[in-house]
């Protein structure tokens, strides 16, 4: 029964809410200014951007390297390429998808390599990340090189973050369908979300990187948050499938230096926030159960390391950034 009660209990909370929003808010800006190497925030909660500032950087609108951010996006794009049929199933191999991006001198078992194992850092070879990224890059043949690695582990065991698995994955997607991981990209992300992704990195062979260098604007970046929280869906149209964000948002493995679980290309929070992390403090992340979207960018040159500045991140996150939803 309405009484009047309830009327004033319900009254008193419609006068306070925009008092406390405007707390958590002036919370948020505190534990920002705090952070330097922070350039810009926006948290997305439905559908109204309740935060959104610049402090430092470029601004909003300002195309930014989303570093290892990519390697979500490649994620994504198997989702899609699967969805279309032109790949079987994350249980396809190398050697079933793309054969021909296979050297005449493959490590033995890298045809036997699957899409999964790729997509969840899972492959098995020698890293070509950390303290072996500059001698990949500066390869001759970037697939061969990371191809004919040693196996260090048995795929589909222990997570081994590695740029190169991420780019093996992209060029497979490249001849499986047909199309330059670019293509796919605006195809399948850039026209659905109405975001601009221009050209990036392209490696000896022409293919391009898959897990690094893409450009994104901050507030595309925030859209593809939003892609992720709301299960594949934007503007009405089923861009990415439901089952696949589902599938992504499993996990699979666990990062040796964050702690954080590993799905299909995105780190999961015990908090709940499904994330992509890109060197420097980039992140794309969404949180489905505050109905939250969430994009952040940071100065690019500086390392993000668990155990710094990435965490402060987190902290941010799972602090006044979840308060917000």
């Known amino acids: 029964m309405f ?9 008193a909370a419609a006068l306070t809410a925009p008092f406390l929003a405007r707390a958590q808010s002036n919370i948020l800006q505190g534990a ?14 439905g559908e109204d951007t309740v935060f959104a500032e610049a402090p430092r ?25 699967i969805d279309r049929g032109d790949v079987p199933s994350v249980a396809a191999t190398l050697a079933e998808t793309a054969p021909s991006i296979l050297p005449a001198n493959a490590t033995p078992g890298a045809g036997e390599i699957t899409l999964e194992d790729l997509v969840t850092l899972r492959a098995g070879l020698e890293r070509t990340s950390g303290p072996n ?3 990949w890059v500066s390869s001759r043949n970037w697939l061969a090189d990371a191809l004919t690695r040693p196996m260090v582990a048995e795929p589909g065991g222990q997570m081994l973050y590695s740029t190169g698995s991420t780019h093996i994955l992209g060029a497979a997607l490249a001849e499986a369908t047909g199309q330059s991981l670019l293509a796919q990209a605006r195809e399948r992300l850039g026209r ?14 022409g293919y391009y990187m898959g897990g690094n260098e893409m450009a994104l604007r901050p507030t595309a970046m925030l859209k593809i948050a939003k892609l992720m929280r709301d299960g594949g869906l934007y503007d009405g149209a089923q861009v990415i499938p439901e089952t696949w964000v589902d ?31 890109g060197y ?11 109905n939250l979207a969430v994009a952040i960018t940071s100065d690019p040159t500086q390392p993000a390391r668990s155990g710094g500045y990435f965490g402060d991140l987190m902290r941010l996150l799972d602090g006044p950034v979840l308060a917000l939803g």
């Open 57 to 81: 950087g470029p601004g909003l609108d300002r195309l930014t390297n989303i570093k290892s951010c990519s390697k979500s996006i490649v994620a994504l794009l198997l989702g899609a390429a």
């Open 3 to 11: 009484n009047r009660r309830t009327f004033v209990t319900t009254t």
């Open 192 to 205: 659905p979300l109405g975001i601009e992704i221009p050209p990036w990195t392209r490696d000896p062979q």
């Open 247 to 277: 599938a992504s948002v499993q996990p699979y493995a666990r990062s040796p230096w964050s702690g954080l679980s590993y799905g299909y290309g995105w780190f999961l929070s015990p908090s709940g926030y499904t994330l992509a992390r």
């Open 32 to 45: 920002i200014s705090a952070l330097p190497q922070l350039h810009s925030i926006q948290v997305l909660r």
């Open 133 to 135: 990224y500059g001698a």
């Open 280 to 290: 420097g403090g980039q992140i794309i992340a969404a949180h489905a159960g505050r």
